[in-house]
């Protein structure tokens, strides 16, 4: 499209970034640390790491692996934990050793974990040991030959670290028991490596240095291969968007989405890193009352999350009571910021919550939302810097900007394919390094980016498109709505009708009283058909509501019906 978006970003945004300003992801770090070395890079229950730490044990892990290990350049380590100080130390200690990261869930099935692992081709693990149990059921099935093991604790104080190690076991039960006799500690790892002697492998930017795989929610997961150089670039490309508002060395981000998820890893890990930035790691998010008093603590001036999470916060009393005159960035990602939910985080916080939009395939981040621009206005912002964007038909014909189709995107952002599958990234990554989203968009007049849906989760009733997040963003404008999703159900007449199932803030929400709500807002064929109300909707581990269950579910309904 023409780059007259340029001309709605402030002055001080970039038009273009530099990828090639580190050489490598290791490069970059080791300027960091030595830069910002004796202030605070991590923050996880209330245990600090310094830049300088950091830079002690990762290089100690990375000559564990090369010399213990006996890894090479290329191999693949996968990493399975939440946010814990162990995560960039393990992170940096691989990529350090010039080896390849895989970012594994913890709340992976055995045969989810199986198919990674067997898909990466990993010969190591760094696990916590609450998910152990996973892996003994199915590591005799892949080629992983070591397996590292840490408990939540291991990085804190050595009197807190007990205590907690001990509650988490034998107190909370949240260890189940399980059999790796070959496993080694990850502090034993880290004394060892102390004393071997680390070789820097050269890299450069073509080397791969993550293998993300993408949830798996449509098909098998697929790992996106991403190099140095992709990383570099969205790095400097979320510094380019967000970095006018931020200070370096003077910044603390909050950190509950988990780090094995891009969007924290790329926003909040990496571009964090190179500013000199504290991160406050959130081990467990959900939590929420637990998660305010730690905020509490900290004087933070920018977080990241998801749609659900901004709203659990908001609705959290204790949150009103934090002080929030040092935030200056909040950037909502990973599924759709309804606006109900930004205004609520505005009136809460004097903040504005920005929506990011992007994908595991791009390192992820597309478009953001200009810090700047003072009104919601529904959009994901504007392309970041280097970034091209377009819309296409069913047929990949490139549409005018005024119409509604299929976002690609195109900057040294996007990911090099999908690992050994070459059919499968022919599908979404053409010769000109075109990425198809699967998104739908459309540009308004002053060229904003708006997603109108996901392609698999539009609804078709009776010939017209109907978009779940439209549904959901008129139905969370009611106040005694607490969370909705919106589906399709099969209809004998009209193909499809609306259905939204819905977790009430208020008890006294009725379904007339939701439809009259949504006749008010919308047209007669969106209006939804069947209201179905629910404890809870099923979500992600990094909160996002899963459409495809609830889907599965009414189908199963309808068949016993």
């Known amino acids: 499209m023409d780059k007259v978006w340029l001309n709605r970003y402030p002055e001080d945004v970039p038009a273009e970034i530099t990828p090639d300003q580190y050489p490598s ?19 996880n229950m209330g245990q600090v790491m310094t830049f300088r730490k950091l830079e002690e044990r990762s290089r100690a892990f990375a000559a564990y692996l090369q010399n213990e290990l006996k890894l090479e350049k290329g191999d693949r380590v996968a990493v399975m934990m939440p946010n814990l100080l162990q ?18 869930n913890p709340l992976y099935t055995p045969r989810e974990l199986e198919h990674q692992l067997n898909d990466s081709g990993a010969k190591a693990i760094v696990i916590v040991s609450n998910f152990a149990h996973t892996l003994e059921t199915v590591v005799k099935n892949t080629n992983v030959q070591h397996v590292v093991l840490t408990s939540l604790g291991d990085q804190l104080s050595r009197p807190k670290g007990t205590v907690v190690n001990f509650v988490v076991k034998y107190i909370k039960k949240m260890v189940p028991k399980y059999h790796l006799p ?66 370096e060395g003077r910044e603390l981000i909050v950190t509950a989405l988990p780090l094995y998820h891009v969007f924290a890893l790329t926003v909040n890990c990496l571009l964090f890193i190179e500013m000199g930035g504290r991160n406050l790691l959130i081990t467990n998010p959900r939590d929420i009352p637990t998660f305010v008093k730690e905020l509490q603590r900290y004087p933070f001036t920018a977080i990241t999350g998801v749609n659900t999470l901004f709203n659990a916060l908001v609705n959290n009393e204790d949150f009103h009571e934090i002080d929030f005159s040092n935030l200056r960035l909040s950037v909502g990602g990973g599924m759709a910021v309804q606006r109900a939910v930004a205004e609520k985080w505005k009136q809460t916080t004097n903040n ?22 003072v009104d919601y206005n529904g959009s994901i912002g504007l392309p970041v ?36 599958r070459p059919e499968a990234t022919k599908e979404v990554l053409d010769e000109d390094g075109w990425l198809s989203t699967g998104d739908i968009v459309r540009f308004d007049e002053e060229g904003f980016l708006h997603i109108v849906d996901r392609k698999k989760d539009m609804i078709l009733v009776s010939g ?26 099969p209809h004998e007449i009209s193909g499809e009708v609306v259905k939204i ?4 803030r208020d008890q006294s929400l009725t379904r007339e009283e939701l439809l009259e709500h949504c006749r008010e807002h919308l047209t007669g064929y969106k209006v939804p058909k069947i209201v179905e109300f629910h404890e809870e909707l099923p979500k992600t581990n990094v909160g996002k509501i899963l459409r495809r269950v609830l889907r599965e579910e009414s189908d199963k309904q309808a068949q016993q019906a």
């Open 87 to 104: 995560y960039p130390i393990a992170l940096f200690g691989i990529l350090r050793a010039g080896c390849v990261v895989v970012n594994v």
């Open 501 to 504: 199932c819905v977790v009430k």
């Open 25 to 43: 992801l290791v490069e970059m770090f080791e300027q960091s640390v030595q830069k910002y070395a004796d202030q605070t890079a991590f923050i």
């Open 385 to 420: 810097p280097s970034t091209d964007v377009r819309i296409v038909d069913d047929e990949g014909n490139v549409l005018p900007n005024d119409q509604t189709g299929e976002l690609q995107v195109r900057g040294p952002q996007v990911m090099q394919g999908y690992w050994q």
């Open 464 to 489: 017209f498109n109907v978009y779940p997040n439209e549904i959901e963003d008129v139905v969370a404008l009611n106040d005694k709505v607490l969370e909705v999703a919106a589906i399709g159900q």
């Open 182 to 247: 070959h496993a080694t500690s990850m502090r034993m790892a880290l004394r060892k490596g102390r004393r071997m002697q680390y070789v820097k492998p050269f890299m450069s930017g073509d080397d791969t240095a993550f293998l993300q795989y993408t949830g798996g929610t449509t098909g098998v997961a697929k790992g996106a291969i991403l190099t140095h150089r992709n990383m570099l670039a969205n790095v400097m490309q979320a510094k380019g968007a967000y970095g006018p508002v931020l200070t």
């Open 352 to 373: 504005y919550l920005l929506e990011g939009y992007g994908l595991t395939e791009c390192s992820p981040l597309v478009a953001a939302y200009p810090y700047d621009l």
